[in-house]
């Protein structure tokens, strides 16, 4: 019962700091100009995961099991690691660097930067 204890005082916690700095790092990778936006839209995230989230983690869990699902959930945290790696920041001009390059071409803003 400790380890139950402990696993669920760290999922209680964990969720603070990140976030925090979710939040925080918008200022980094977006315009100044987009900032208000693209915080709403952290929000909505947020608020679409906590009720997704209960009934999307209650389906997983009956169809895979506990620790399966205690699995999965292991590899989309270092999936979201790996992401949050790959996020690049602006340069000391304050411009972005060059287009990251995907499946089907480099990325682009909307405004064809």
Known sequence: MP???AVALLLGALPVPH???STAIVPEIVDRSR???ANAR???A???ADVAG????TLVVGLLGAVRALGRDLVGGLEAIASAIRIGSPDSSGTRGR???C???PVRQADGR
């Not at 209960?54 to 983690?57: D, K, L, S, T, V």
């Open 3 to 5: 380890v139950l204890y």
């Open 19 to 21: 976030q925090a700095a």
């Open 35 to 37: 900032t208000h936006p």
């Open 42 to 44: 952290i929000a909505g």
């Open 46 to 48: 947020f608020s679409l």
């Open 54 to 57: 209960i009934y999307g983690g």
């Open 99 to 101: 287009p990251r390059a």
């Open 103 to 105: 499946a089907k071409g």
